[in-house]
């Protein structure tokens, strides 16, 4: 417990009386930290602490890299905080201990009973303040803006991956439209560079040429795992996968994460989740995710991205018990006791000609965020009525002259959450074509038209500059173990449902989530009859860790039996 004796030694707490001093110690939480410890974390909600003894270390994450600031450190007689709270923002810097430290912690309302009740006090918090927004001035004016320059053309399909992954990982990229911007090509690019090209931190050119996998490893991202076995893996890093991360990790499993891409799945694309409890003014997709890696991170959770799941196979494990043996593109194999199938589902094919030769130029599937500035002042059409279509319409009708939201049906009411048809109401540059399908769509090495058919009618053919498909998805899951239970459209059986069937060869009855291959579970959308949000991918990847504890405990369990 702090004294009002130990409080006199602080200067700023110096001007305060006895009986001030008194009641501020009474209400001061006695923090103890040993070296290495965090008292606050970047992002954590503010406090106002005043250090009494030992010294900190200021850290902070800067475009995606968490930078130290040794010229900063924390010590005795020192106080923070006071900037989040009078700002109403989270802490914008983490403090570390890096000796055994004692500290006094405020809550916010303390800390404004004493910017109300003392002058001098306030006096010296308000310099501090000042004296720390300077730093922020001086600190923006030598940052960089971001730690990538992309190179490319705008129909360029490895650049747009490269752009859609830095963009999910939220790493700031700056990109260059070689086609319009030569003035800004940097002059140190060698002339006779064909295709993209990528620079990482101003240093170093990624080898040519450059992939989705290159530009993670210059960045310093892990692709590849660092253990030979793990207690479960998960694969797929959309919210089922993440969830199951967090908390597989957070409860002290060995946990490894595969993703193919960058962590998110489907709702990393989207542009704004509005029914995600907790976010009253929504929150998109690619920060939602954001949040849950780095919360992933911090409980140790293994995440290698860039690295596709392409065989799963039962095996026999050294301690004599049974496991997976999980096989990656590239071929690094990991062993687990348990998996965790979270892969989601992948866009629907449109049925069109000319569709597959033009993907990437013009013609894409689901609509990713980065595609913003390459549709400003132009006319874009999406195919589909359900809420995905609704939002992408919303997210570009910001940045087209005109958003044409072509549906076969009716219209949105079917199909729709009623919010979103509300908002699209309100926009005068969408326009909804119900009983509509695209024929054909046309151009050279880039669309250039579509042709769309009206109840039946004659096809017109129509200028277009981007045609974004959102026709609803489906589960891949040809490249599972063939023995695993799927439904007729290759979603995969958990439960009631394979307990039901012969494939079922356990002695006890499944676990909710878990296949027929017993310690083999599944969440999310690649789960037959599951519930297509956010919310319950989350739900099921969260409630498959305690199936996995359930599982592992029978396991421990039959081994001592033997
Ligand atoms: C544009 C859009 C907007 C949406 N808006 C909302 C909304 O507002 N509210 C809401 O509740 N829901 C929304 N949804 C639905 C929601 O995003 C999904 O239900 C949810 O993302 C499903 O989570 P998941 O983890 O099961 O699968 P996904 O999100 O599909 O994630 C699966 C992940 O697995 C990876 N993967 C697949 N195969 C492999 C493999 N073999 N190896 C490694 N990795 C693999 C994929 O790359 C992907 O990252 C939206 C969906 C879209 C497309």
């Not at 999310?524 to 297509?532: A, P």
Request: aromatic fraction near 8%; include cysteine; charge should be negative.
């Amino acid at each position: 417990m702090i004294t009002a004796e130990e409080l006199q030694q602080v200067s700023i707490f110096e001007c305060l009386d006895g009986p001030e001093r008194q009641r501020l110690a009474q209400k001061a939480a006695d923090v103890r930290l040993a070296p290495g410890d965090w008292l606050i974390r970047e992002g954590e909600t503010a406090s106002f602490f005043v250090i009494l003894e030992g010294r900190l270390a200021l850290s902070k994450d800067i475009l995606g890299r968490v930078q130290d600031f040794a010229e900063y450190e924390y010590k005795a007689g020192d106080f923070f905080g006071e900037t989040p709270i009078l700002l109403g923002t989270p802490a914008l810097v983490s403090l570390r201990a890096t000796t055994p430290c004692r500290v006094a912690r405020f809550d916010r309302q303390q800390f404004q009973a004493l910017l109300r009740d003392s002058e001098k006090c306030s006096a010296m918090i308000m310099q501090a303040m000042n004296e720390r927004l300077m730093r922020v001035q001086k600190f923006a004016a030598t940052t960089p803006s971001s730690r990538v320059l992309i190179v490319g053309s705008q129909y360029d399909i490895d650049c747009r991956d490269i752009r859609t992954f830095l963009s999910m990982n939220r790493i700031p990229y700056e990109w260059l439209d070689r086609d319009n911007e030569f003035d800004r090509i940097p002059s140190c690019m060698p002339a006779n560079l064909v295709g993209p090209a990528v620079v990482v931190d101003r240093a170093f050119w990624v080898e040519q040429p450059p992939t989705v996998r290159k530009v993670a490893e210059a960045l310093g991202l892990r692709t590849r795992p660092t253990k030979q076995h793990y207690d479960v893996v998960v694969v797929g890093g959309g919210p089922a996968g993440l969830a199951a991360a967090v908390y597989g990790a957070s409860e002290g499993l060995c946990v490894l994460l595969v993703e193919r891409n960058a962590a998110g799945g489907q709702a990393g694309t989207s542009s704004r989740i509005e029914n995600y409890l907790g976010f009253p003014n929504g929150i998109s997709g690619d920060e939602l995710s954001e949040r849950a890696v780095r919360q992933a991170g911090q409980f140790g959770a293994e995440m290698v991205l860039t690295r596709e799941v392409e065989n799963i196979q039962k095996v026999s494990l050294p301690d004599g018990g049974g496991g997976y043996c999980v096989e990656m593109d590239g071929g690094d194999r990991v062993t687990s006791k348990t998996v965790i199938l979270a892969t989601g589902v992948d866009w629907r094919r449109l049925e069109a000609n000319g569709v597959d030769r033009l993907i990437g130029r013009g013609v894409l599937y689901g609509a990713a965020k980065t595609e913003s500035p390459t549709v400003i002042g132009k006319d874009v059409f999406i195919v589909g009525g359900g809420n995905s279509a609704g939002q992408a319409a919303m997210f570009f009708s910001s940045y087209a002259r005109s958003v044409t939201v072509i549906v076969r049906g009716a219209g949105l009411n079917l199909s729709m959450s009623q919010y979103l048809i509300g908002q699209i109401a309100g926009k005068k540059n969408i326009t909804i074509e119900p009983f509509t399908q695209v024929v054909s769509v046309n151009g050279e090495d880039h669309l250039e038209s579509i042709c769309t058919s009206t109840n039946g009618e004659t096809p017109r053919t129509r200028k277009a500059d981007a045609l974004f498909v959102l026709i609803g998805a489906d589960a891949s899951t040809d490249w599972l173990p063939k023995d695993l239970q799927r439904d007729e459209r290759g979603y995969i059986c958990t439960g009631r449902d394979v307990s039901d069937l012969p494939g079922w060869t356990g002695k006890r009855v499944p676990f909710l989530l878990e296949t027929n291959l017993p310690g083999f579970f599944c969440a999310g959308d690649v789960r037959h009859d599951s519930i297509k949000r956010v919310s319950s991918g989350v739900g099921e990847g969260s409630m498959a860790i305690a199936f996995v504890h359930q599982y592992l405990a029978l396991e421990s369990a039959a081994a001592r039996v033997h």
